[in-house]
Antibody
């Protein structure tokens, strides 16, 4: 059964860089699927952060103003998110997810809470 | 950006009733690439419907999606207790955007 698990620090200081990883189990990250990060501020809705495919992308939400970088580590079967110059507005639960080509996000991790605070 | 607006914001119904949730896009959704998700507190969203009307694997047939262009609907034919949650629509025709959600609560 395909399983995604997010990992990373739960607390990041303002202006620093948020770094998260998503480990994919029981499925090869080089398969022809897309891998995405989606976040959810406390008590609010979902926001797409970015998407990558082993052979294409990445693609980012323009609202992040080039602060986001998503990469794939095929050796570890992981993909990662780096978000620079974070502010309090970047706090929330960060989910990683698998996207079937043009069929929505079908598998999600449980999410990891990130707080931006001094 | 294709902005999705969901209505109503909150829907209060009883088990056994029919629920109709709306999602309106600011621009036509390319190829009807629209999905619906269910999210319960403390959990990740679950894919219910993709391509506007195709049920995802394992989703009960009481959930159905319809629509085209800018107007889409999620219908739950007979509400079960476990259906009370927040529902999001999402378009993936042009980049990706989510609606703000509809909370389905027990009346």
């Amino acid at each position: 059964q395909v399983h995604l698990q997010e990992s990373g620090p739960g607390l990041v200081r303002p202006s620093e860089t948020l770094s998260l990883s998503c480990t994919v189990s029981s499925f090869s990250i080089t398969s022809d699927y897309y891998w995405a990060w989606i976040r959810q501020p406390p008590g609010k809705g979902l926001e797409w952060v970015g998407t990558i495919n082993h052979s294409g992308g990445p693609f980012y939400n323009p609202s992040l103003n080039t602060r986001a970088t998503i990469s794939v580590d095929t050796a570890r079967n992981q993909f990662s998110l780096r978000l620079t110059s974070v502010t309090v507005a970047d706090s929330g639960v960060y989910f990683c997810a698998r996207e079937v080509d043009d069929d929505g996000f079908d598998i999600w991790g449980r999410g990891t809470m990130v707080s931006v605070s001094s | 950006e294709n902005v999705l607006t969901q209505s109503p914001g909150t829907l209060s119904l009883s088990p056994g009733e029919r629920a109709t949730l709306s999602c309106r896009a600011s621009q036509s959704v390319s190829s009807s690439y629209l999905a619906w998700y269910q999210q319960k507190p403390g959990q990740a969203p679950r894919l219910l419907i993709y391509d506007a009307s195709t049920r995802a694997t394992g989703i009960p047939d009481r959930f159905s999606g319809s629509g085209s262009g800018t107007d889409y609907t999620l219908t739950i034919s007979r509400l079960e207790p476990e259906d009370f949650a927040v529902y999001y629509c999402q378009q993936y025709g042009t980049s990706y955007t989510f609606g703000q959600g509809t909370k389905l609560e027990i009346k």
